[in-house]
């Protein structure tokens, strides 16, 4: 167990369906993440956020849509999601210090939502 | 133990060798760098990190070597056990305040 837990595990929507991807960290921490995992490609951060203000967008599609309402959690919402959206989406946590290096401290991953798009 | 060149994405050894998992990073102005370990089913799990000020850092069986001229690091894993098989990563953090860049995995499997 790394403290992060994501829900749910697996998750098989249609193209028109809207769900949402859940993650809780019981670290502490006060930066989360949301990164995509597909086969045989590095992980893709998605979303950043700090003190639960979102710091980057990596040129997500708007059918993504992150959501921090505190520190602890972070959700993903999905809607009209295209059949290569299915992949391993991972949430990360992580103690964000706002000197020197920034984020330079080791992120503890969730176990991921394996998403199927159909 | 066997080596292998700039990130092949699989590698195969005996229980027992030393094994040594290679990857190479872009940016030369990145400070601080780390290999995750993921197995089936998980997400990654942090192994070892290393700032730009060192070269070489030791974990439990693990060492991770970096080489600035190069911009080089490595994962050595001495007498490697079948509980070390996974994908292993390697990440960088490339800018003060952005999240990490990871690169691409190295699949290790270790027979008996």
């Known amino acids: 167990e790394t403290g992060v837990t994501q829900t749910p595990r697996h998750l098989v929507m249609g193209m028109t369906n809207k769900k949402s991807l859940k993650c809780e960290q019981h670290l502490g921490h006060n930066a989360m993440y949301w990164y995509k995992q597909s086969a045989k490609k590095p992980l893709e951060l998605m979303f950043v956020?700090?003190?639960?203000?979102?710091?980057e967008n990596n040129s997500v599609p708007s059918r993504f849509s992150p959501e921090c309402p505190n520190s602890s959690h972070l959700f993903l919402h999905l809607h009209t999601l295209q059949p290569e959206d299915s992949a391993l989406y991972l949430c990360a946590s992580s103690q964000f210090t706002a000197s020197g290096g920034g984020l330079n401290y080791e992120q503890y991953f969730g176990p991921g939502t394996r998403l199927t798009v159909t | 133990g066997e080596s292998v060149g700039l990130h092949l994405p699989t590698l195969s050894v005996q229980e027992g060798d030393n094994s040594i998992i290679n990857c190479a990073y872009s940016?030369?102005?990145?400070?601080?760098f780390i290999w995750y370990k993921q197995e089936s089913g998980k997400g990654p799990q942090f192994i070892i990190d290393?700032?730009?000020?060192?070269d070489k850092r030791q974990g439990q069986r693990v060492t991770v070597l970096l080489n600035k001229t190069v911009k080089h690091l490595s994962l050595q894993i001495a007498a490697t056990q079948p509980g070390d098989s996974a994908v292993y990563f390697c990440a960088e953090n490339s800018k003060a305040g952005t999240a990490l860049i990871f690169g691409k995995g190295t699949t290790l499997s270790v027979s008996s």
């Open positions: 290393i700032r730009s000020n060192m």
């Open positions: 956020y700090n003190f639960k203000e979102q710091t």
């Open positions: 940016n030369s102005a990145s400070d601080y």
